[in-house]
């Protein structure tokens, strides 16, 4: 038996927490630990228990800048971020055909720009001059997409300028989005000495190969790879054991909720169970947190009902793709605690 299609991110290797001045700092009895036991199925542990602990709000972290509010992994996308009180920002890396570290997550930069290609093909100074506004659509309120950006260009910015544009008090997640990991790993980590940002960066990928090119710089956090991130949670999910880190200080995240496929291999073929997981429980923080401290963070969290669980849970921050609505529905909340339990 086995899980296709679980996917998770999480962070490793020393809090930032208590070494980053974060614009609403993280509480102590809040950083701790990664997930574990989840449950398959919308409705679990949706219950507010009377004496559970009134947590404090979970950060917002701005999922490359903000992608639902401006073009994506752009410096106006990061600028709208921070006027929304954003505590940190993801942001997306590949690397330019000249060896620059450059803000883009698509393969292919017909995706979003109205160039066609990929990022390793053109030198950071082409890039920039791409759109990458290109395909940002916002629908109005007669029901009209509209393209903003195709009369006001927005460039593929370099890493360089997004930590010049993002006070050094704000953490940011650099998320590796290319390959060979060395290569990247060498340019990432030059642009990071020359800006001396080591200490406010956070490094993430999918790719396994990442954690291995980065051991050789000692100042890079790194994020819990992503395959162990999921292999604790299908352990805790479908073995009932909790396989909790041994690492203080882990960072960790997974979507609060995520659509798998559970896969039953027998004799005669297989059989498929399409579900809708809870991925973040009750149980599952006790048991991240039952051996060493850690920082939680559930991805996805783009409505009240989402935030409100996260908060119930004493989740550390959620990762949004509208820093703007969510920071609207932060201060509700923050105003009026009761409004969770509409």
């Given at each position: 038996?086995?899980?296709?299609?679980?996917?998770?991110?999480?962070?490793?290797?020393?809090?930032?927490?208590?070494?980053?001045?974060?614009?609403?700092?993280?509480?102590?009895?809040?950083?701790?630990?990664?997930?574990?036991?989840a449950c398959l199925g919308a409705s679990c542990e949706r219950a507010q228990e009377d004496d559970e602990p009134d947590y404090p709000l979970p950060k917002l972290v701005a999922h490359r800048g903000g992608t639902a509010d401006r073009p994506e992994n752009t410096l106006v996308a990061i600028e709208s971020a921070?006027?929304?009180?954003?505590?940190?920002?993801?942001?997306?890396?590949?690397?330019?055909?000249?060896?620059?570290?450059?803000?883009?997550?698509?393969?292919?930069?017909?995706?979003?720009?109205?160039?066609?290609?990929?990022?390793?093909?053109?030198?950071?100074?082409?890039?920039?001059?791409?759109?990458?506004?290109?395909?940002?659509?916002?629908?109005?309120?007669?029901?009209?997409?509209?393209?903003?950006?195709?009369?006001?260009?927005?460039?593929?910015?370099?890493?360089?300028?997004?930590?010049?544009?993002?006070?050094?008090?704000?953490?940011?997640?650099?998320?590796?989005?290319?390959?060979?990991?060395?290569?990247?790993?060498?340019?990432?980590?030059?642009?990071?000495?020359?800006?001396?940002?080591?200490?406010?960066?956070?490094?993430?990928?999918?790719?396994?190969?990442?954690?291995?090119?980065?051991?050789?710089?000692?100042?890079?956090?790194?994020?819990?790879?992503?395959?162990?991130?999921?292999?604790?949670?299908?352990?805790?999910?479908?073995?009932?054991?909790?396989?909790?880190?041994?690492?203080?200080?882990?960072?960790?995240?997974?979507?609060?909720?995520?659509?798998?496929?559970?896969?039953?291999?027998?004799?005669?073929?297989?059989?498929?169970?399409?579900?809708?997981?809870?991925?973040?429980?009750?149980?599952?923080?006790?048991?991240?947190?039952?051996?060493?401290?850690?920082?939680?963070?559930?991805?996805?969290?783009?409505?009240?009902?989402?935030?409100?669980?996260?908060?119930?849970?004493?989740?550390?921050?959620?990762?949004?793709?509208?820093?703007?609505?969510?920071?609207?529905?932060?201060?509700?909340?923050?105003?009026?605690?009761?409004?969770?339990?509409?």
């Open positions: 038996m086995g899980i296709k299609n679980v996917v998770g991110e999480g962070w490793q290797k020393g809090s930032l927490i208590h070494q980053w001045n974060c614009p609403m700092s993280f509480p102590k009895t809040v950083c701790c630990l990664p997930i574990l036991l921070l006027r929304q009180r954003a505590d940190m920002i993801w942001l997306s890396v590949q690397t330019s055909l000249d060896g620059v570290p450059v803000l883009y997550r698509p393969s292919d930069l017909s995706s979003l720009t109205n160039g066609s290609g990929k990022v390793a093909d053109f030198s950071a100074a082409t890039l920039a001059t791409l759109n990458a506004g290109w395909s940002f659509a916002e629908t109005g309120s007669d029901g009209v997409k509209r393209y903003p950006y195709r009369d006001s260009p927005v460039g593929i910015p370099t890493l360089q300028q997004a930590l010049r544009a993002i006070p050094a008090n704000v953490p940011i997640i650099l998320d590796m989005k290319s390959m060979p990991a060395a290569a990247q790993t060498a340019a990432v980590a030059a642009v990071l000495d020359a800006e001396n940002a080591w200490s406010r960066v956070l490094i993430y990928s999918t790719e396994a190969d990442y954690q291995n090119t980065f051991a050789a710089w000692p100042r890079a956090r790194l994020a819990e790879a992503r395959d162990v991130t999921r292999r604790r949670l299908v352990s805790a999910t479908l073995g009932q054991r909790c396989d909790a880190p041994s690492v203080s200080g882990v960072w960790a995240g997974f979507e609060m909720r995520r659509n798998v496929d559970v896969v039953e291999t027998f004799t005669l073929g297989e059989g498929h169970s399409p579900v809708q997981a809870v991925l973040w429980t009750k149980a599952s923080v006790q048991c991240y947190r039952s051996r060493v401290a850690a920082n939680l963070v559930a991805f996805g969290v783009n409505d009240r009902a989402d935030f409100c669980e996260a908060k119930r849970l004493g989740l550390d921050a959620v990762m949004v793709d509208s820093p703007e609505k969510m920071a609207g529905i932060r201060t509700q909340v923050e105003t009026n605690p009761a409004s969770c339990n509409q």
